[in-house]
């Protein structure tokens, strides 16, 4: 250990103080991480310098490093665009993983003589020009639908020299008898009518739609001041074409040209970027892509990896750039931009509403493959909301319930992983406490719960929730640190009337969103702890008051009331049955004794009024 510490120390030493990429190799050589930094001394001297204030992977990480490789660039871009690259190809272990390994289609047209337009998914440098790739088939197939309305373009493999056309090598097929395409094999158009329209399909896939209606309008009045009517028709009808498209693809004011758009959004796991491509007002390109957490990386840091990635994929020359927050990136002659008001901020909003969409339809796809995805993230929800320091998967709820101190008992509900956990539901007959007094009752529950936990071994919850304010909570903190647990085990009171969050040793409440998920599930457990104390109340309410009718008989113990209660089911019938009835089931001396007292009328201690009162308390 001490010579892998020297060695890293004597690499760091010798790291140079300028702008690069750094990897980290593990003991086998295999890599572990790719970071771009505008000093790599600085940079990978902090990983060792500041350990202890990075998370618990990122100090995973650096405990695993054995080797330090670093590669010196010009500038930070060219750091970026490498960083990203190393990425993609090593896909090392530590680094965000960008979870998008499609191939997309581009719409090429092809280098050659009278070239020829058409999809394909391979790109390949031999002069020809792409245009996408396409996220979207559906918008690359809507280009294409305009492009064979507007224009006659051939589709043949036909080797088009101007040598094989003037030997007359070819015939035109059926596609120019159906008038797709105007016969340049044998000379019936001309490459230089051919390449104007390949001209104006360039516009097109550019998005300057705009240009292209202007040309064609210029156009239009030449041929009708040259009295071809006909002609100007056909181009008046492209025009239409056109201007529908437009209206379709607008969505802010047209003077917004060559923009890119990006937004985001996390989670504790993962990252969504959306990037826009904006031309004229028009969406011409629209994408996103997921990005596996793997070191607590920021939002920053996301979005500036996700910035050069979809760049760099979709050969954006973009030199304004539209983002939801200020970034600490540069990137030669570009501008970043965080709109507040104006159509920028309603692109920045649409591109907003896409990503989450995404985000929603991706974690729903996940939840369904596996349901501990939605756990785990409603989990990390509430330990964020609650303030914890550990995800709450055992929760245990308190609840108090008496009638001006008669019957005191107590109940306590379970949740585990954010479900109700109905065979470890307790219920609690107060013992040491006398008289309506739910401080004491609290603090009695809660020593006699954990006091057994401890004894028992047996695993302690991450949470307690106290049904009550501050004096609940503070009774129940007692008892916490009678048996040392304070500061073991999250715990926090919630008062009925405003959904106040009590912590210890803070006078200001907590108010969660009213909607909150965490507050759903403090609320369904409080709930829970409230009807489970509140049946077994009644049901104790109910054989008190029985028990006491029956016991205030003189001569009458509790042997006798149980089978008289055994057989005739309740006092009611009791009351009613006949002295020969009676002896059969407590015997003669026994059944007149209850037989006198009852036909005597003689007063109870809580007569029938008060039963009945006792049994409709809520």
């Excluded at 103080?17 to 771009?36: A, R, S, T």
């Excluded at 902090?46 to 695993?64: A, E, H």
């Excluded at 071994?457 to 129940?476: E, Y």
Aim: charged residues 30%.
């Amino acid at each position: 250990m001490a010579t892998k510490k020297k060695n890293l120390k004597y690499l760091i030493s010798r790291i140079p103080d300028k702008p690069g990429v750094y990897q980290y190799f593990n003991k086998e050589g295999i890599i572990l991480y790719v970071g771009k930094a505008k000093s790599l001394k600085k940079r990978v001297a902090s990983y060792f310098t500041k350990i202890n204030d990075y998370s618990g992977k990122t100090q995973m990480l650096v405990r695993r490093i054995a080797d330090i490789k670093v590669i010196i660039v010009e500038t930070e871009m060219d750091a970026l665009l490498l960083e990203n690259n190393l990425i993609k190809k090593y896909q090392p272990k530590y680094n965000v993983m960008l979870k998008d390994d499609k191939t997309y289609p581009w719409i090429c047209i092809k280098d050659e003589n009278f070239p020829r337009l058409f999809v394909t998914r391979k790109f390949i440098r031999d002069g020809s020009q792409y245009f996408g790739p396409y996220a979207s088939v559906k918008m690359m197939n809507t280009m294409l639908e305009l492009i064979h309305h507007l224009y006659q373009l051939r589709n043949c493999n036909l080797k088009l020299t101007p040598e094989n056309i003037e030997a007359k090598k070819f015939k035109v097929c059926l596609e120019y008898h159906i008038h797709n395409c105007k016969g340049p094999c044998q000379a019936l158009q001309t490459e230089k009518d051919y390449n104007n329209t390949i001209s104006e399909i360039k516009e097109i896939l550019k998005g300057n739609i705009h240009t292209v209606i202007n040309h064609l309008q210029t156009l239009m009045k030449r041929f009708a001041e040259n009295f071809e009517f006909e002609k100007a028709h056909e181009v008046k009808e492209k025009i239409e074409l056109m201007e529908r498209y437009k209206n379709k693809s607008i969505v802010v004011n047209p003077n917004i040209h060559n923009v890119d758009v990006f937004s985001l959004v996390t989670d504790e796991n993962y990252g969504f970027v959306n990037y826009f491509k904006i031309i004229n007002g028009a969406i011409i390109q629209a994408h996103t892509i997921e990005m596996k957490k793997k070191l607590d990386e920021t939002s920053e840091e996301l979005l500036e990896l996700a910035i050069i990635e979809l760049r760099d994929r979709f050969h954006s020359d973009s030199k304004e750039i539209l983002v939801p927050i200020e970034l600490n990136l540069e990137l030669p002659g570009v501008t970043f931009i965080v709109p507040k008001i104006g159509d920028k901020k309603h692109l920045l909003d649409l591109s907003e509403k896409n990503v989450r969409y995404y985000m929603k339809e991706k974690m729903d796809q996940y939840e369904k493959l596996d349901p501990q995805i939605k756990i785990d993230k409603l989990l990390a929800q509430m330990q964020k909301e609650l303030r914890l320091t550990e995800p709450p998967k055992h929760i245990e709820c308190f609840d108090n319930s008496n009638i001006q101190g008669d019957y005191p008992v107590a109940a306590m509900t379970v949740f585990k992983d954010t479900k109700p956990s109905k065979k470890d539901y307790r219920h609690y007959n107060i013992k040491t406490v006398k008289g309506p007094n739910d401080f004491a009752s609290m603090e009695e529950i809660i020593y006699r719960r954990y006091k057994r936990m401890l004894d028992e071994n047996q695993p302690l919850p991450q949470l307690i929730v106290i049904d009550g304010g501050k004096g609940q909570l503070s009774a129940a903190i007692k008892s916490l640190k009678k048996l040392k647990l304070m500061g073991k085990i999250g715990i926090i009171g919630i008062a009925k009337r405003l959904e106040e969050i009590f912590y210890p040793g803070d006078k200001v409440p907590l108010y969660l969103d009213k909607k909150s998920e965490t507050l759903r599930i403090i609320q369904q457990l409080r709930d829970e702890a409230h009807r489970f104390g509140i049946t077994h109340h009644r049901n104790k309410r109910s054989k008190g008051v029985i028990k006491t009718e029956l016991s205030e008989i003189k001569g009458i113990g509790q042997s006798i009331s149980d089978k008289l209660l055994k057989h005739f089911k309740s006092v009611k019938k009791i009351k009613a049955a006949g002295l020969d009835e009676l002896e059969i089931v407590i015997g003669k001396a026994k059944g007149k004794i209850v037989k006198d007292y009852f036909e005597k009328g003689e007063t109870l201690v809580n007569p029938p009024e008060k039963v009945e009162n006792i049994k409709n308390t809520p």
